[in-house]
């Protein structure tokens, strides 16, 4: 029998038990649609990770005190104090591979303006601060070299900061106290939204690092150093060359480990992106669970089905019907079945994909891989379950069919 | 198919059944001999074997031994599928209970037995299917369903199906059989149509009115023909 005829045959016995064939789709259904829904939702929060990622600056190298975690024995990058405003300098005079560098002092502080006042972290850093971060000012400036190297009590303060002190109204031009001290707002940070792990990179605020290091007494510490590599294809040199100069510099004999971590921005990537696939790995297992159940549900159906129509099936093989035409029937039928509730999923994905959008404002994005994923699972799921029930019933014996009751 | 080849043709022809007391014999050493152009009625009591004769023949079952030569061809050398061919291109079926597919129009009941056939010798299986409605007297009603039929139109349906591949022979076991006699009696007129026309028929049947428009008459019992003769009443 030609393929064409099988279809039509499939479609038409499809339509003549309209209702059960509904029935028997809706697991295909709802299994496609929520493998395409959960893609969505992954990918779409996949794709903004790596959007965030890229927006950390270009060529961007972190350096952290305290070696690499290993197995969850050493206590973790950043928890000892094993850099130094030495180490930059260093860095500074004889790293050949890096065009920036700024130190990231840290200096938790309270600020006072009038009545507001805010906890935050006041930063020390460099004239390549920005730079280095891909960063901007919206209104007002940056602090320039003199006032860098006159360490004036000048900063730049982000969007929350300025949000929590002055509202609405523009701070560039107010002075605000920082642990007591007084100092001028010179530029306002345009808004960088939250970062990967949800921290606000808006409440934060930028001071020169010889302010921070002369005039503010306190709990500082040099949490980070920032570096740009001169060359986007040398990352992995200007990494090599910063460890050997501060093992150098720390005095660290060959067998001893770093006591600094160097990440670069495709580690943070990778580790971000990561993260992110396995929660789309864990969604789609989720979701395939119900396509298998959908697919058991076909099974079900046919089975019953190929029972029920035991004098269809005799009457066929009477006309001439080889075997091979009654199992490629029953096949194509669950095929039809299942790519029909396939088509159907898609679209019950598609429309829950832009309702989730609506409603939560999720990137959630549907790809056209994950639709012709769900689309290509939903046929072996019609295969692999139709292929029992007819094999069943091209097992039947003609005559024991036609006196079947 | 040389000149004078019978179209059935049986030689210690058996069929038993294996059932929990043992076997059973159903057919005992058939000999028939079919012509081409005979209208056969098989008569005789319930439970004497002829529907299982009926079924070998149409090849829906196999003998147990002895041979039995359709066209020519000896069928106990045939497999499974050679089988289904067969009854595809040399057979027609017309069954008591119609055995027309539910939900299904009277033409695509007709088109079917053509979408089985692998040797596609029918160009355009609508026309033909048309016609032999046209034939039968249904052109009016192709588009009905069995479940809009009476029991004479679906088993003109039926015969239509029958018909439409020209098979070397007609089968029908009791085609009368669900019907009143005013219907069976246009079935059984159609039938002696056909008969004129010069195809081959067997009719399992208990009516002696429709033996009476067959040209030969055979009776079996206990699974042996115990008569065989000719009706002079029909050329
Ligand atoms: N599937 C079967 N199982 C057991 N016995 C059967 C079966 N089919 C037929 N028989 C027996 O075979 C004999 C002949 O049956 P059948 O050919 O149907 O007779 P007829 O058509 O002449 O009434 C009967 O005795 C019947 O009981
Ligand atoms: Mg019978």
Redesign the interface.
């Given at each position: 029998?030609?393929i064409g005829?099988l279809i039509s045959?499939a479609v038409?016995s499809v339509r003549?038990n309209a209702v059960r064939s509904v029935l028997t789709m809706l697991g295909v259904v709802i299994g496609v649609g929520s493998v395409v829904v959960m893609v969505a939702i992954g990918q779409g929060a996949t794709k903004e990770v790596t959007a965030k990622v890229s927006r950390l600056g270009t060529n961007l190298i972190v350096i952290t005190p305290g070696a690499t975690r290993t197995g969850g024995v050493s206590g973790g990058a950043g928890s000892q104090m094993t850099l130094t405003m030495d180490d930059l300098e260093i860095l500074q005079k004889e790293a050949q591979e890096i065009s920036a560098i700024t130190p990231v002092l840290v200096a938790p502080s309270r600020v006072v303006a009038g009545g507001a006042n805010w906890r935050t972290q006041a930063l020390g850093v460099s004239l390549d601060y920005l730079k280095i971060r891909s960063w901007e000012v919206q209104s007002g400036r940056y602090f320039d070299t003199s006032e860098f190297q006159s360490r004036r009590k000048v900063v730049v303060v982000g969007q929350t900061v300025a949000q929590a002190l002055f509202g609405e109204e523009d701070p560039v031009g107010r002075t605000v106290r920082i642990r007591e001290i007084p100092v001028e707002i010179i530029g306002l940070l345009s808004r960088k939204g939250p970062t990967v792990d949800g921290a606000d990179q808006d409440d934060v605020i930028l001071m020169p690092s010889t302010t921070v290091q002369t005039r503010m007494a306190g709990r500082n510490f040099l949490g980070q150093i920032l570096v740009s590599a001169a060359d986007p294809g040398r990352v992995d040199a200007a990494r090599r060359e910063i460890a050997v100069i501060l093992r150098e510099n720390h005095r660290l004999s060959p067998k001893d480990p770093d006591d600094f971590t160097i990440k670069d921005q495709r580690e943070m990537a990778e580790l971000a992106q990561g993260t992110t696939r396995v929660m789309t790995l864990l969604l789609l297992v989720v979701a395939s669970v119900s396509l298998v159940v959908g697919g058991i549900g076909i099974m079900n159906i046919m089975l019953v089905s190929v029972t029920e129509r035991t004098?269809?099936i005799?009457?066929?093989?009477?006309?001439?019907?080889?075997?091979?035409?009654v199992l490629a029937q029953f096949l194509v039928e669950a095929i039809v079945l299942s790519v029909l509730g396939g088509v159907l999923g898609a679209l019950l994905g598609v429309g829950v994909t832009a309702a989730l959008r609506q409603v939560t404002g999720w990137a959630a994005e549907v790809t056209i891989s994950s639709i012709v994923l769900a689309m290509g699972f939903s046929v072996g799921v019609g295969v692999l379950f139709g292929w029992w029930p007819a094999r069943r019933a091209a097992a039947l014996e003609?005559?024991e069919a036609?006196r079947f009751q | 198919m040389t000149p004078g080849t019978p179209v059935v043709e049986t030689v210690a022809l058996c069929r038993s059944l294996t059932g929990a007391d043992g076997v059973t014999p159903i057919l005992k050493g058939l000999n028939l001999r079919v012509e081409k152009g005979e209208m056969l009625a098989i008569m005789g009591p319930s439970g004497s074997g002829k529907s299982t004769l009926l079924?070998i023949l149409?090849c829906?079952?196999r003998p147990s031994s002895g041979t039995y030569r359709l066209d020519g061809v000896d069928v106990g050398g045939l497999d499974?599928?050679a089988l289904?061919?067969l009854?595809?291109?040399k057979l027609g079926?017309v069954?008591q209970g119609f055995?027309?597919?539910?939900?299904?129009s009277a033409l695509?009941n007709v088109i079917?037995?053509m979408?089985?056939?692998r040797a596609q010798r029918y160009a355009d299986p609508e026309v033909r299917a048309r016609a032999a409605l046209e034939q039968v007297g249904l052109g009016h009603r192709m588009n009905h369903h069995p479940s809009q039929l009476s029991g004479g139109q679906q088993q003109r349906v039926a015969v239509a199906?029958a018909l439409v591949t020209e098979p070397s022979l007609l089968i029908a076991d009791e085609p009368t059989g669900n019907l009143d006699s005013h219907m069976g009696q246009e079935i059984m007129a159609l039938f002696s149509s056909l008969h004129a026309q010069g195809r081959t028929l067997i009719i399992v049947t208990h009516e002696p009115d429709i033996a009476a428009v067959c040209s030969r008459i055979i009776v079996l019992k206990d699974g042996q023909i115990v008569e065989d003769r000719p009706n002079s009443a029909v050329v």
């Open positions: 029998m030609k005829s045959m038409g003549r004098r269809e005799g009457i066929r093989r009477a006309l001439g019907a080889r075997r091979r035409d003609p005559i036609l | 079924n149409g829906l079952d499974d599928d289904a061919d009854r595809n291109q079926f069954f055995n027309l597919l539910p939900r299904t695509e079917l037995p979408l089985y056939d199906r």
